[in-house]
Nanobody, 125 residues
Framework: QVQLVESGGGLVQAGGSLRLSCAFSGRTFSSWAMAWFRQAPGKEREFVVAIMWAGGSTEYADSVKDRFTISRDIAKNTVHLQMTSLKSEDTAIYYC??????????????????WGQGTQVTVSA
């Protein structure tokens, strides 16, 4: 079975940086879209950024476009999210997601079939 595991979350001051990682296993993922979503308390899970495993094309939410960078390590089956200039509104549980159906709309959470357990990111004001 496919498994996704996030890591790298923690507490950081506003303006600081964090690097999240998502390691996946179970099969190859050459035809998948991979993405990061986040969910703050009392709010719905929202799209952050996505990347095509093959080719590496990316798509960012406007709120993070100039501050976050997604990348992939093909050899290690790992996706990274480098977050800089963090703001208090970035505080959330960050989830890694992947799947083939998401290729048609990489911003839609309903199209991702595989999810990690989430990692907490807290930005102090």
């Amino acid at each position: 079975q496919v498994q996704l595991v996030e890591s790298g979350g923690g507490l950081v001051q506003a303006g600081g940086s964090l690097r999240l990682s998502c390691a996946f296993s179970g099969r190859t993922f050459s035809s998948w879209a991979m993405a990061w979503f986040r969910q703050a308390p009392g709010k719905e899970r929202e799209f952050v950024v996505a990347i095509m495993w093959a080719g590496g094309s990316t798509e960012y939410a406007d709120s993070v476009k100039d501050r976050f960078t997604i990348s992939r390590d093909i050899a290690k089956n790992t996706v990274h999210l480098q977050m800089t200039s963090l703001k208090s509104e970035d505080t959330a549980i960050y989830y890694c997601a992947g799947g083939r159906r998401a290729v048609v709309d990489r911003t839609s959470r309903s199209r991702y079939d595989y999810w990690g357990q989430g990692t907490q990111v807290t930005v102090s004001a």
